[in-house]
């Protein structure tokens, strides 16, 4: 069985993103199980800013070679900065899961709530242990 | 029931993700990725399982005979020890399959795709029918591998005294290799030089060993399917049940050049009618202007006008462009002719390139 790591300063989606509050705003990319299920990442078509995100809802796609998978915002809001980075070296997101993020949302007033429909780590691992 | 390969216990203590293909389980990549693996074909040399592929013998002496009718090359040009590619046609100049027919020893090999394997057996059997031939399975007594890359003579030289330097380009030896007798094609599907390897089956496991042993220090790595796919692609090298099906004939698959016209062949008056007439759709390069994966079955537009069809597409890792191949009719096949791949309901600009996207880099 394969191991994948967890991030202990997020929360994740049962689709496999993961949410980190930071300091008003609500970082958002994949776990480490999401990349590895996806294989080589070659393009993400990223959301553009200013664009208005609703928790569960399609925002994003990322395309590996193997597949083209949806990525739903966690959280809603108004996605304020994307990780441009991703443009020419999407391969970061295979290698640096938590830290290769997809954007920023300023969230709304429901976060408190929104945060607390998603999983905490040891809960996301169990998951994702239930799935294998 | 799936069935596996040799091989199989191998690539899952390696940690090859498994998957089904053509009926097989087989690696799609080892942990290494496929990224990786691809470029180690293009820059060093990779190995593959490639069991699954159907080797039929036909021998007799009616063979060539009924070779020569079943398939579009002309075996005349062949003499003991040639490889070469060619396909099988229905009447109607539709594509069976694609396969490679080695002439060896007082006998034919036909390598087959996986898929097709029972299809091309019954079509065959049932052309031999009358014919003092006979059509042998070696699939199970045979192990296929292919050792493929820039690198891939000096690892294999050094586990034979055969000179494989001698060997040309589209010829096989029948040798000792690692111990093992073993036939050596200089062939491939991924646009590099290397080896196709039909070794026995008992000894499949230590062969591959030994080989990845070799290659260790050249760079040589274990591939997967997705690199397969990825290196053939690259190279445009069409995939039965992609480029070529039932609904296919070779000429608008490009495939012209197999077929000799000056001798019969089955699917023969079809595809001179086919040819004389021109054929309503061809296969063409695409890369895409607006950066977007483009992936089989997508419509390819002009003018928000469906056209045709992608039938292979991804982001090259050699050439680091997102390209396709995709079937259109001729009026859109010119090479700088503006079309639109459909991604996910958008039109994404593409334009007509030259096919191979990546030219083979054969032994001259």
Redesign the interface.
Known sequence: MASYKLDQSVKYAKSHEWARADDGIVVVGISDYAQDAL??V??I?LPEVGDTVTAGKQVS?V?S??A?EDVNAPVSGEVVEINTAL?DTP?IV?ERPYDAWFFKVKPTDKLDAELAALLAPADYEKFVAELE | MLQRTPLYETHVAMGGRMVEFAGYELPVQYPTGPTAEHHAVRTAAGLFDIDHMGQFEIGGPDAEICLQQLQVWDLDQMVEGDAHYSVLCYDDGTVVDDIFLYKLHSRWLMIVNASNRAKDWAWIEHHLHGYDAALIERSDELAMLALQGPKAEQILQKLTSYPLATVAPRTAVETEIGGLMVIAGRTGYTGEDGFELYVPVEGAVAFWTLLLDAGKADGLLACGLAARDSLRFEASMPLYGHELSPQINPLEARLGWTMSWNKPFIGRDALLKVKLEKPARLLVGLEMVEKAVPREHYDVASDGKVIGHVTSGMKSPTLDKFLAMAYVPPAYSALGTRLDVIVRGQPKAAVVVKRPFYKPKYKA
Do not use: F, G, W
């Open positions: 294989s080589d070659v393009y078509d796609t395309e070679v193997k083209a443009e391969e295979n």
